[in-house]
């Protein structure tokens, strides 16, 4: 087993990845995990994966993963850019690491600040908000449509 550097605690890492899509996207999650296991320096306790989107709040691998630091069999989260744990709240989600007292490192952290960070931000947002309008979009006009043929009542699901 290896140990960190900083004092002799061993390094129980849970690589975490995600893409937002659920199918066609098993390239992007091996492509992340390789990286994360290439710059290991710890013990690689377990992979995390989720297809989901990042503003998610109800991500299965992303609960395993905080339910392995609660019990301690995870001392550090590694991801390979800040934005596959989460779009937003990334800050909670240190503290919350902290309080189990485990750390999260980003193998590929942001260079950005002030007006590019916000700039990115804002595209983020909209970009997830017209995604889901879309989607809620297809799956109206796909109850409108059953509801016309008659394979459903229309206020149903």
């Known amino acids: ?16 990845v995600r893409v937002s899509g659920s199918a066609g996207q098993e390239s992007l999650l091996e492509a992340q995990e390789h990286e994360l296991r290439a ?5 690689i306790v377990k992979v995390f994966r989720d297809r989901a989107s990042g503003l998610r709040e109800d991500r299965p691998g992303l609960n ?4 392995a630091v609660a019990d301690g069999s995870v001392t550090v989260v590694r991801v390979t850019h800040e934005d596959r744990l989460a779009r937003f709240g990334v800050g909670w989600l240190k503290q919350l690491l902290a309080v189990h007292g485990a750390t ?54």
């Open 64 to 67: 395993r993963l905080l339910r």
């Open 39 to 43: 710059t290991s320096t710890g013990e």
């Open 104 to 157: 999260l490192e980003v193998l590929h952290p942001k260079k950005l600040g002030g007006r590019e960070e916000l700039l990115e931000d804002f595209v983020s947002l909209v970009t997830t908000f017209a995604g889901r309008l879309y989607g809620m979009r297809s799956a109206e006009n796909r109850r409108r449509l059953l509801a016309e043929s008659g394979q459903c009542q229309a206020g149903g699901e």
């Open 1 to 16: 087993m290896k140990v960190s550097s900083g004092g002799g605690r061993l390094r129980l890492e849970g690589l975490y």
